[in-house]
Antibody
Framework: QVQLLQSGAEVKRPGASVKVSCKAS????????MHWVRQAPGQGLEWMGV????????AYAEKFQGRVTMTRDTATSTVYMEVRSLRSEDTAVYYC??????????????WGQGSPVTVSS | DIVMTQSPDSLAVSLGERATINCKSS????????????LAWYQQKPGQPPTLLIY???TRESGVPDRFSGSGSGTDFTLTISSLRTEDVAVYYC?????????FGQGTKVEI
């Protein structure tokens, strides 16, 4: 069965960076793109971007352009998302979510358990 | 960006009764090339990640009970829970995947 195992909780100072990982199993890693979605405390869902593990191509929400980088390691079936220049508004749970389908960006059919990130001085 | 607006923000429904959630997009999410609506619904229970309920506006994900149904096209969509059960207490989100950035509605909280 599809499993997405994310890294644990992080606490960071404003201005620092954080790198969240998402290890996939139960399917062919390079056949499905991976979205990243975040959820601030008590708030809704916010799409951040998507990476195609096959070639490494990415698409980011304009809001995160230049501050977020998504990468992948095909040897370990892991995708990563780094957020730089953290501010308090980045405090959220970050989810990886598998894109249904091998070409194009579609809905997410499996989600990781979430990685809480707290930004506080 | 396409703005997704859900209504109501919350609703309380008696057990066994129908729950109806609406979702309106600021731009049509109906593709002219394949005649499909790029609209999904998710359920999120407290402390858990979202789970997929419906995609292409009306296709139920495998394993989702048939009391959940989706309808609508273009800019107006509806999620219906035909007979509410205790385990359906959750927040429900619509999402458009017609274009990036993908966007979600603000969520609708369903309570008993």
């Amino acid at each position: 069965q599809v499993q997405l195992l994310q890294s644990g909780a992080e606490v960071k100072r404003p201005g620092a960076s954080v790198k969240v990982s998402c290890k996939a199993s139960g399917y062919t890693f390079t056949s499905y793109s991976m979205h990243w979605v975040r959820q601030a405390p008590g708030q809704g869902l916010e799409w951040m971007g998507v990476i195609n593990p096959s070639g490494g191509s990415t698409a980011y929400a304009e809001k995160f352009q230049g501050r977020v980088t998504m990468t992948r390691d095909t040897a370990t079936s892991t995708v990563y998302m780094e957020v730089r220049s953290l501010r308090s508004e980045d405090t959220a749970v970050y989810y990886c979510a598998r894109n249904r389908g091998s070409s194009g960006w579609y809905y997410s059919d499996s989600w990781g358990q979430g990685s809480p990130v707290t930004v506080s001085s | 960006d396409i703005v997704m607006t859900q209504s109501p923000d919350s609703l309380a429904v008696s057990l066994g009764e129908r729950a109806t959630i609406n979702c309106k997009s600021s731009h049509s999410v109906l593709s002219g090339s394949n005649n499909k609506d790029y609209l999904a619904w998710y359920q999120q229970k407290p402390g858990q990640p979202p789970t997929l309920l419906i995609y292409w506006a009306s296709t139920r994900e495998s394993g989702v009970p048939d009391r959940f149904s989706g309808s609508g096209s273009g800019t107006d969509f509806t999620l219906t829970i035909s007979s509410l059960r205790t385990e359906d207490v959750a927040v429900y989100y619509c999402q458009q995947y017609y274009t990036t950035p993908q966007t979600f509605g603000q969520g609708t909280k369903v309570e008993i």
